[in-house]
């Protein structure tokens, strides 16, 4: 599976962006697939944000960004989405969407399989 996140840019603190993430080529379909939203500043570790099961029912949020942020996904356009909203500068970050086969928790945080992220910058 090859995974392709988009949608990136340039934002005020406080404004919103939408993220993208679509399995990019000739690919396996991502229905049956848990899938997450990770993040990584320069100079720190990769963060994980946000996930969604592979029934689009379950989700799961880091702290920080519970109220602000909402995960889904469209089966049909074999797609996940990241919605933020009242974004901060210290989120400056790309971010990456992850996904994975095995049966696990939404809460289980360990994924297999990434695609190239996109750059979020939030600066006035």
């Known amino acids: 599976v090859q995974l392709q996140a988009s949608g990136g840019g340039l934002v005020q603190p406080g404004g919103s962006l939408r993220l993208s993430c679509a399995a990019s080529?000739?690919?396996?379909?991502?229905?049956?697939?848990?899938m997450a939203w990770f993040r990584q500043a320069p100079g720190k570790e990769r963060e994980f944000v946000a996930a969604?099961?592979?029934?689009?029912?379950?989700?799961f949020y880091t702290d920080s960004v519970k109220g602000r942020f909402t995960v889904s996904r469209d089966g049909a356009k074999n797609s996940m989405y990241l919605q933020m909203s009242s974004l901060k500068p210290e989120e400056t970050a790309v971010y990456s969407c992850a996904a994975r086969l095995t049966a696990r928790q939404v809460t289980d945080t360990r994924y297999d399989i990434w695609g190239q992220g996109t750059q979020v910058t939030v600066s006035s």
């Open positions: 969604v099961d592979w029934s689009g029912v379950r989700k």
């Open positions: 080529g000739r690919t396996r379909s991502l229905y049956d697939m848990d």
